[in-house]
C-alpha cells in the first residue's frame, strides 16, 4: 500500500513540473486602440494622406517606388526596379538592365505603435510579389518628406518626396 501511495504521490509530481515547462500563453496585445496609436495617428496620418516618391539608383541597380496614402486608409502605388550585371564574361562592363519588377500596388495602409517592438509603424498591406507585407518603421514625415524604413531592403531607412498626386 505504502508502494502505490508512493508511486501515486511520484506521478503527481512529475506531472506537476511537466506542467509548469510549458509555455505561458502571451496576452496578445491589439495596439489598434491604444493611447499611443490614437495619438500617433492624431499627430501624424493627416500629414502622411497623399502622394510620395522614392527613387533609388547606383551604377547596378535603379529601384522607384510612388504610393499614394488616402484619407480613408486605402492606398495605391507603383513599383520599378531594375538592375544590371557589372562583370560580363570576367570583364568589369556593364551588361544591359534586367527588369526585376514593375507592378501597380493596392490596399490598405494605418499608423500604429506596436507594444512588442516599442516602435511606430506604417502598416502597408498590399498585394505585392515582391514587398512584405510587414510592419514598416515609421521615422518622420513633414511637409515634404517622409522617412520609413524599406518595404523591400530590411532595416534600410528611405526617404520619400511628396508629390502631387
Not at 12 to 41: G, K, Y
Not at 115 to 133: G, H, I, P, R, T
Request: negative net charge.
Amino acid at each position: 500500500m505504502k508502494n502505490c501511495i508512493f508511486f501515486v504521490l511520484l506521478c503527481s509530481a512529475f506531472l506537476v513540473m511537466l506542467s509548469s515547462c510549458e509555455e505561458e500563453v502571451e496576452t496578445v496585445i491589439d495596439d489598434t486602440t491604444t493611447h499611443e496609436t490614437m495619438a500617433l495617428r492624431e499627430q501624424y496620418s493627416d500629414k502622411i494622406t497623399g502622394g510620395w516618391i522614392s527613387v533609388i539608383e547606383t551604377e547596378s541597380s535603379y529601384l522607384e517606388q510612388h504610393y499614394s496614402f488616402g484619407a480613408d486608409g486605402k492606398m495605391t502605388g507603383k513599383v520599378f526596379f531594375k538592375s544590371r550585371k557589372n562583370m560580363v564574361n570576367g570583364e568589369s562592363v556593364f551588361a544591359d538592365w534586367e527588369i526585376l519588377a514593375d507592378e501597380d500596388v493596392a490596399g490598405t495602409w494605418d499608423l500604429r505603435y506596436v507594444s512588442s517592438l516599442q516602435k511606430n509603424v506604417l502598416y502597408m498591406n498590399v498585394d505585392s510579389e515582391y514587398a512584405f507585407n510587414n510592419p514598416i518603421e515609421f521615422v518622420s514625415v513633414d511637409s515634404s518628406v517622409l522617412e520609413i524604413t524599406s518595404p523591400f531592403f530590411l532595416n534600410e531607412i528611405i526617404k520619400m518626396q511628396r508629390v502631387a498626386d
